[in-house]
């Protein structure tokens, strides 16, 4: 997502291994959290040199290009689609990343166990931006003032997009359950302060549908979601 945003910036054009913010991009890439050792100890590992080729690619890929296109996995060319079909999108999910990075922030969060999903990390919030989604919807203050905004006046405490009622499903079990979902895309919202109309109340499965990762899309809204049980529901009633 990185390479790509420098190939956009540069007029899709590739980038050679001794520009400056090739090499920069390099120690960039080097210094995120997602590493192993044994990875930062090949030589070639995230290099000028492969950051150039991954340009290279980038730039060989995109459909104005006129000579031949290299070969690149799928994660390139769908990255390369996106870049093209969602050009402002992308760069402020880019420039998300780069803002995480350098606050520090991206190196404090830990792993989640459901940051990648059956698909892998190809969807728009790359394993990075997930954590830090997942990581603020873990902040315990928000839900708690979400919730209560929520139940304001005696309401009800149901799924935003199902209508789902734990304490009505499960009884003394359920009562007062519900899980806060980040409306806003984290590319969209950068490092900003969350709202609370940011998040919002959903059910267990849900959540999950919102946030299930599939290449070249990003997060689901619960408006999105709704719509698509809506959609679906209708198409088995035909
Ligand atoms: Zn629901
Ligand atoms: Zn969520």
């Avoid at 999108?89 to 990343?97: K, P, S, T, V």
């Avoid at 806003?184 to 267990?204: F, I, M, N, Q, W």
Wanted: charged share 30%; aromatic share 4%; net charge positive.
């Amino acid at each position: 997502m990185l390479a790509g945003a420098l190939v956009v910036k540069n007029g899709w054009h590739e980038l050679r291994t001794h520009d400056h913010d090739v090499q920069e991009l390099s120690e960039l890439l080097r210094s995120l959290p997602i590493h192993g050792p044994e990875a930062l100890a090949l030589p070639n590992f995230r290099s000028p040199d492969s950051v150039s080729r991954k340009t290279t690619d980038f730039a060989s890929n995109h459909r104005l290009y006129a000579g031949k296109a290299t070969r690149c996995g799928k994660p390139t060319l769908l990255m390369v689609k996106a870049f093209t079909e969602r050009e402002a999108e992308m760069l402020q999910a880019a420039r998300a990343i780069e803002e995480g990075i350098s606050s520090g922030e991206l190196h404090s969060i830990p792993r989640d166990p459901d940051e990648v999903d059956a698909a892998g990390a190809t969807a728009i919030e790359g394993r990075l931006l997930v954590r830090r989604a997942l990581a603020r919807e873990r902040d315990p203050k928000l839900r708690a003032l979400k919730i209560k905004q929520a139940r304001h006046g005696g309401r009800p405490l149901r799924c935003e997009v199902c209508d789902f009622d734990f304490g009505h499903a499960y009884g003394d079990l359920g009562e007062g359950y519900i899980e806060v979902h980040h409306v806003t895309p984290l590319y969209a919202s950068g490092t900003r302060e969350t709202k609370l109309d940011d998040l919002a109340c959903v059910c267990a499965n849900c959540h999950r549908m919102c946030h299930r990762s599939r290449p070249g899309e990003s997060w689901r809204t619960p408006a999105a979601l709704r719509e698509l049980i809506r959609k679906s529901t209708q198409g088995a009633a035909h």
